[in-house]
């Protein structure tokens, strides 16, 4: 019995998979790094960042002042550190919000920050603190 025409396509498939097989497996023994010394294997990097084969050239060195890099985020002026504003709202619980003159940001605060006792609409002045949920104001004082 003979075979069919898509029998015969496969078998030849498969006979052209083989040849590019072993065309590859000549080209990876004719071209393989193994047995180079490490001055063969070694690159370098330029001036520009690109890889080179070549050594660099050490008379051409440019120096670098230490002072002028520059290591981690930006400077941060340093903000004033008595900040004021006014009580905006203030709950019997003892909690309340303060809004900055300056940014007008709402700032949480409790009375246990508070040097006298405050209510709405009290112009005070505190210092604003990082807290777990937020910035929060402390040392707060009534400003007269």
Known sequence: MADSFS???NFKKKIQKQ?????????????????KSL????????ANGQLTSTPPDH?????????DIQLGAAPIEAEEIR???IITFFSEKG?????????????FFHSNNCAEP???????????????????????????
């Not at 001055?39 to 330029?46: F, K, S």
């Not at 440019?62 to 002072?67: A, C, K, P």
């Not at 112009?123 to 707060?140: L, M, Q, R, T």
């Open 7 to 9: 029998k015969k396509e």
């Open 95 to 107: 909690y309340g919000f303060i809004t900055e003159d300056k940014s007008k940001e709402n700032i």
């Open 19 to 35: 040849k590019e097989k072993a065309l590859k497996r000549e080209e990876r023994k004719t071209s393989n790094n193994k047995g």
């Open 118 to 144: 405050v209510k709405k609409g009290n112009k005070v002045s505190y210092e604003k603190e990082k807290s777990p949920k937020g910035f929060s104001a402390v040392d707060i004082q009534l400003v007269k």
């Open 83 to 85: 900040k004021t504003g």
């Open 59 to 67: 008379a051409e060195k440019e120096e670098i002042n230490i002072d």
């Open 39 to 46: 001055d063969d294997m070694l690159m370098y990097v330029d």
